[in-house]
């Protein structure tokens, strides 16, 4: 298979199907590929489950605020210091969305066994003593320990249809490479059936050589790269900019109410296709931040 | 000294002494706190601690300010990074990690923290973020919390959802993994451990200008009073100018 080279407009509805398990990247408000995020928003593409990494922000809030999710595998959902995620507390005190309660253990070791092929694993000591797998039968069963016989939990393996991830380079094979911090981001992108990755940058491939093992993915796993300069605004890309504070503290804003949340998605993503948001981020941000 | 630092610093230092040479500390979102007192434990008692930040992965990062995210960029470059699944699996191991820092929207008497919901789960008066990783806490040698909200609302007799396991409330010989369970509790207003015998919480140390009634009243349990309260030793000179050797912008003083 060859990775094709697309805009956000194309790759979007190729590759994630209305009701997919879609897996999306970025941890807390860094690296989270907002540029395809937005493109979902504007393409109003319905999500069955939405699968983030152990910490979401923006990317999830943005997409249970739009109505476009309707179950949720994430074990936080929240701005840090700037409050909590106000469309993910509203959908659930609200019963619109769907949650598959879980935490990060056992969120990232699913993710290890739908990326090695297991059909479940035994869950990490500690989730037997929370109220977690009790709330969740869908995603945690007990099964028997077969070689000390004790009771476990275990969890279902996790595969996204498609997974989403931000990358800070890519060459013309298609090959990426994250930059900071790869997160569960790259083992995310092992476990999906498909990886459409958004990058900073193309670079050489000799430049793409010289990452050390660990950082970099294969192109015959990505289904679609699309070059998205300033693309995890407002959050964070490390090595290229910090995230936009103001900006996401203007959503939060906007977002306490659904009609603000309207509003503000009406504004700074419906009116604008995602080439000229970038566009207009680049206007307004001083380059080379990290 | 009153006024001459936060309660934000000073809740920083409660942690800072707590902390041992040698312990390998894990913290989570809104690192500020935990930061800051890692780093002051290094600086002055505890030269061979060793701190992992969040979702991050950095071990023992040195920024110049305190970052607000656990996953800023500004951690890096750090002495060494684990992949964020290799934190996991060392949590998961348990005999790696010394210390995880953890809050809750609610703590209650045993130490159980909640970050799920209020109310109950299916239909939550309040939804909070979610657990993370604070599962891990029961497998990790120890655990502190630390909270800025202390209320009656905040501290509940038994937690609506338990997303970090504390003490368990029967025997002792029960307790699974064999591990301590929490062992400090910091708030703005005071410093608490757990009774040895009921292992519910105790009052260690009050804050400067804190009454030990004001403690109980914004509890919503019995909390454990011993006839002796202390107050909570302020701020030294020292730990005061180290710790704010790394937080210029005064994060802490906010």
């Not at chain 1, 969305?97 to 253990?105: I, N, Q, S």
């Not at chain 2, 409660?14 to 290094?42: H, W």
């Not at chain 2, 800025?148 to 504390?166: A, I, K, L, N, Y």
């Not at chain 2, 030990?212 to 730990?239: H, I, K, M, Y």
Request: hydrophobic share 40%.
């Amino acid at each position: 298979m060859s990775c094709e080279f697309l805009s956000p407009s194309e790759a979007v509805p190729r590759w994630i199907a209305p009701g997919a398990t879609v897996g999306v990247g970025g941890m807390h408000m860094t690296a989270a590929p907002m540029s395809l995020v937005r493109e979902i928003v504007r393409q109003r593409i319905r999500i069955g489950r939405l699968v983030t990494s152990p910490s979401a922000s923006l990317q999830a809030d943005l997409l249970i605020g739009a109505g476009l999710v309707e179950e949720l595998i994430s074990p936080y959902v929240g701005f840090e210091h700037l409050g909590l995620a106000p469309a993910f507390r509203r959908a659930v005190e609200g019963g619109s969305l769907a949650v598959l309660e879980c935490d990060e253990g056992s969120l990232t070791h699913a993710l290890y066994a739908g990326a090695g092929g297991l059909p479940f694993i035994p869950c990490p000591p500690g989730i037997d003593l929370t109220d977690i797998p009790k709330v969740n039968p869908t995603l945690y069963r007990q099964v028997q320990d077969p070689f000390t016989l004790e009771a476990r939990w275990a969890v279902a393996a996790v595969r996204p249809d498609v997974t989403l991830v931000h990358c800070a380079e890519a060459d013309e094979s298609g090959n990426v490479a994250f930059g900071g911090f790869p997160f569960t981001d790259r083992l995310m992108a092992l476990a999906g059936r498909r990886v459409i990755v958004q990058v900073e940058r193309m670079v050489s491939q000799e430049r793409m050589a010289a990452h050390p093992p660990g950082t970099t993915l294969p192109g015959f796993l990505i289904s679609a790269i699309v070059v998205a300069p300033g693309g995890c605004h407002p959050t964070a890309a490390p090595g290229y900019y910090g995230r936009d504070e103001d900006a996401i503290q203007a959503y939060l804003e906007a977002a306490r109410t659904p009609e603000g949340f309207q509003e503000y998605v009406e504004r700074t993503i419906l009116r604008l296709d995602e080439p000229a948001y970038l566009e207009q981020v680049r206007g307004q941000q001083p380059a080379g931040v990290s | 000294m009153s006024g001459a630092y936060s309660t934000l610093e000073l809740m920083a230092v409660v942690l800072a002494r707590n902390l041992q040479d040698g312990e390998v500390v894990v913290m989570g979102a809104v690192p500020a706190l935990p930061l800051a007192a890692c780093r002051l434990a290094r600086a002055l008692h505890a030269p061979t601690l060793w701190y992992i930040v969040g979702g991050s992965g950095t071990v023992n990062p040195a920024p110049d300010s305190l970052p607000a995210s656990s996953c800023d960029p500004a951690l890096r470059p750090a002495p060494s990074t684990l992949p964020l699944p290799d934190v996991v699996l060392l949590e998961g191991r348990g005999d790696a990690l010394d210390v995880f820092c953890a809050g809750g929207l609610q703590i209650d008497a045993h130490g159980n923290c909640n970050l799920v919901s209020v109310g109950p789960w299916a239909h939550p008066k309040f939804r909070g973020p979610g657990s993370v990783g604070i599962p891990f806490l029961p497998v990790t040698k120890r655990s502190v919390i630390y909270t800025m909200s202390h209320t009656p609302r905040t501290f509940v007799e038994r937690v609506d959802f338990v997303s970090g396991p504390g003490h368990p409330s029967g025997p002792e010989q029960d307790r699974p993994y064999r591990r301590q369970g929490p062992s400090l509790v910091v708030t703005p207003l005071a410093a608490l451990d757990f009774d040895p015998h009921d292992r519910r919480m105790r009052l260690r140390t009050v804050h400067p200008g804190v009454a030990v009634n004001q403690v109980a009243d914004a509890t919503g349990f019995e909390l454990v009073l011993p006839s002796q309260v202390p107050e909570t030793p302020p701020p030294t000179e020292r730990e005061l100018s180290e710790l704010r050797r790394w937080d210029p912008h005064g994060v802490l003083r906010r």
